[in-house]
């Protein structure tokens, strides 16, 4: 077990300046923390939090990360809390123990296949700071490699886990060594007999292709010193989980695996890894088709190489990767070796940013990072910041776009599950239907049969597909409530010209009759278009009578008598002119009302006249509506329709001469035309004066008001 000292002087050694006093501080905690606590192999816990520690030493990390993988586990499992940390070691160190503990809460063990990616981008999206990750990383691979004194079952969940969540993540980060010890110790637990039967086939083969490495090596070296490089060249068997994985995809056996050695030559430049390229394929037959360059086009996690494949000596195939030092750094040790090498030049060179294509958007304020530390600090992984990763209650992993509720998730799970969505709770505990969905929340939504979509709702969902069924929802309420509606009043206009509904609704022929001459398929729809008062009931009535028609005319229906509402009528001259939408519908009889005369950015709601169409109120106004709250329909402006509105304001002024001109003078400077003024003095010395003029929508009016308020002599300005 490494010494507070040992790794004071490992961090020191490539990190001058580095907070010691704080690091010796952490060890000593934790280890207090730990005091009595056993790991399953006998050894005290402590050795975990600081085998970690070394690692992350190996990796070069900052001071805090250092202390963070010292103290990963004390809040996890002793009685030591974030808040205490913080004020231990900083808010840097407690947020970043903080993070990797909540890592370690998550039990990512995929239930299938096809979520391992979600939970992937859960890992990196929850890590939020780079470090946490690596941190966490660092813990894995400990746990991994004393993973020998855990329970088969516990042996089997973890290697799952790391095989399906660390291991591609160690490989985005660019960690190819934790890669590969993440893959083979996991293919040991998973797939222990075939793990078994390699290892012993690479210990059998060992000589005789050391011997094959090594001439290898040796005429590489010769040739290519020859032409003036001097290159390090390396050979290696790859490792036993890719060994397999070859196996598996070729359907073949241990001893046809014929490219069990990898070369490496790594030379000065750029230029020297083609000119090497060169002269090893003008010493042995490259084979077609397994030249990759790298180097132009880098992997996605900066990853810079030229591969090729060559028949070699005895004509065996050999694969060979040829780099400069700098692209060796980062092959194995992907963004780590990054900040290493810009500690010494100081800086990212926008041309090195380039390459991280997929950090690139998560640097903040590049170009004055003068130093690795504060390069880290800058890389908070936001990678995936237009999504959030949530559990159902079965957890399973659902996404959804940044700035989703408990209401696209209801949705998400099914339409019925959505549209009668009473409440819901996330993470045990109540919260509104507004709640934003966080990284890691456990969703659980609660139904009640009785619930319908609001319109409410429309401002909360995120989702496309969540916003699409409320509106299906509340179009079919909607329709059911015209339709409703519809067929209570024909029934009723037919009672007043002698006739029954019930025999219509009867007689076929009739029925077919009505049906054709209305356009519709089927008596429903026409007692819809009846409600939303597109057809009229006494052309029903007409239609069915004819002869009727003009006795009946010379005197109004009694339902008509009864319903009438004193509204201003706005005749409707055509589609669209109204500008109120009905479900995002236009083509509905709309008739503005008197009471309020609302105009565009006024909150409105709609009431369903008898026979009459739909009146539009203000929200405000409830004029009509107790009555009746089955009739209130949900209406909303047409952005697209350009309408004027005519309002009505009150503008009481000091009775004073000239007073009128002024005001009136103000209306015309803002182009206002009135269209019906009144004027009354009272006996106060004040003039109360109506103006009514056309308006476009409430920005404007509200500009005329105020401009109104600071002509001298107006007392107050009013809408009516
Ligand atoms: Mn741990």
């Avoid at 961090?11 to 056993?38: I, K």
Wanted: proline share 4%; glycine share 6%.
């Amino acid at each position: 077990m490494l010494t507070a000292n040992e790794i004071a002087t490992r961090v020191e050694s490539y990190h001058p300046t580095a907070d010691l006093d704080l690091l010796r501080h952490a060890y000593d905690f934790s280890r207090e923390a730990h005091d009595g606590q056993m790991r399953k192999s006998g050894d005290p816990y402590f050795c975990h939090p600081v085998s970690v520690a070394g690692i992350i030493t190996d990796l070069r990390l900052d001071v805090a990360s250092v202390c963070a993988a010292l103290l990963h586990d004390v809040v996890e499992d002793t009685p030591v809390t974030t808040e205490q940390l913080a004020r231990e070691f900083g808010d840097e160190v407690a947020f970043l123990v903080d993070g990797v503990t909540k890592l370690t809460k998550m039990n990512f063990t995929s239930r299938q296949d096809r979520q391992a990616e979600s939970f992937r981008k859960m890992v990196v999206a929850m890590a939020r700071d780079i470090r946490v990750l690596v941190v966490k990383l660092c813990d894995r691979l400990d746990n991994m490699r004393t993973l020998e004194f855990m329970s088969p079952d516990g042996q089997e969940r973890i290697s799952r886990e790391t095989m399906d969540i660390y291991a591609p993540l160690a490989n985005r980060l660019g960690f190819a060594q934790f890669k590969n010890e993440f893959q083979d110790l996991s293919f040991r637990y998973l797939h222990s007999d075939a793990h078994v039967e390699i290892a012993h086939a690479v210990q059998e083969s060992a000589s005789s292709r050391d011997h094959h490495i090594d001439k290898v090596c040796k005429l590489l070296k010769a040739k290519l010193a020859t032409q003036g490089f001097a290159a390090q060249i390396s050979g290696r068997v790859k490792h036993n989980y890719s060994i397999w994985r070859k196996m598996q995809d070729r359907q073949c056996s241990f001893e046809q695996v014929y490219d069990l050695t990898a070369f490496r030559v790594v030379v000065e430049s750029v230029a020297d890894c083609y000119a090497a390229l060169g002269v090893i394929h003008s010493m042995w037959t490259p084979v077609p088709g397994r030249f990759k360059d790298y180097i132009a086009l880098p992997k996605p996690n900066m990853y810079q190489s030229l591969h090729t494949t060559v028949f070699g000596p005895g004509h065996q195939r050999i694969e060979i990767q040829i780099r400069t030092h700098e692209m060796h750094e980062v092959a194995e040790m992907g963004i780590a070796a990054h900040w290493r090498y810009k500690a010494a030049s100081g800086g990212i060179d926008p041309r090195d940013a380039a390459q991280f294509a997929w950090l690139r958007q998560l640097m903040e304020s590049q170009n004055e990072l003068s130093n690795p530390a504060e390069f880290l600090e800058s890389v908070k992984v936001d990678l995936f910041q237009d999504e959030v990763y949530v559990f159902t209650p079965k957890g399973d992993v659902r996404a959804f776009p940044r700035g989703a509720t408990p209401l696209d998730f209801a949705f998400a799970i099914h339409s019925e599950v959505g549209n009668h969505c009473a409440g819901a709770r996330v993470n045990g505990t109540v919260v509104p239907l507004s709640y934003r969905l966080r990284n890691g929340d456990l969703v659980e939504v609660m139904t009640n049969p009785e619930q319908e979509p609001e319109k409410e709702w429309l401002d909360w969902v995120e989702t496309a597909r969540a916003r699409s069924k409320i509106r299906h929802h509340m179009r079919l309420i909607q329709r059911e409530k015209s339709k409703n509606l519809g067929r209570e009043l024909l029934e009723r206009a037919m009672t007043d010209g002698g006739m029954t509904l019930d025999r219509l609704e009867k007689s076929d022929d009739e029925r077919d009759r009505v049906q054709e001459r209305f356009g519709v398929d089927r008596l429903e729809e026409l007692f819809v278009n009846i409600g939303y008062g597109k057809i009229k009931t006494n052309q029903v009535v007409d239609f069915l009578a004819p002869a009727e028609a003009e006795n009946r005319r010379s005197q109004p229906p009694r339902s008509l008598r009864q319903g009438r509402i004193e509204a201003f009528v706005r005749r409707v001259t055509g589609r669209n002119s109204h500008g109120i939408l009905l479900n995002g519908e236009d083509d509905v009889l709309v008739r503005f009302t008197k009471c309020c005369n609302p105009i565009p950015g006024d909150e409105i709601v709609g009431y369903m006249t008898r026979g009459r169409g739909i009146t539009v109120h203000r929200r405000d106004c409830v004029k009509g509506f107790e009555a009746d709250p089955e009739r209130k329909v949900q209406v909303s402006w047409d952005p697209k329709a350009k309408i004027n509105r005519p309002v009505t304001l009150t503008v009481v002024t000091a009775n004073r001469p000239g007073i009128l001109a002024t005001v009136g003078q103000t209306f015309h400077g803002l182009g206002v035309n009135i269209s019906e003024a009144t004027c009354r003095a009272g006996d106060d010395g004040r003039a109360s004066n109506t103006f009514t003029f056309l308006c476009s929508d409430l920005p404007r009016l509200k500009d005329v008001m105020r401009q109104l308020k600071k002509v001298e002599g107006v007392v107050d300005v009013s809408r009516v």
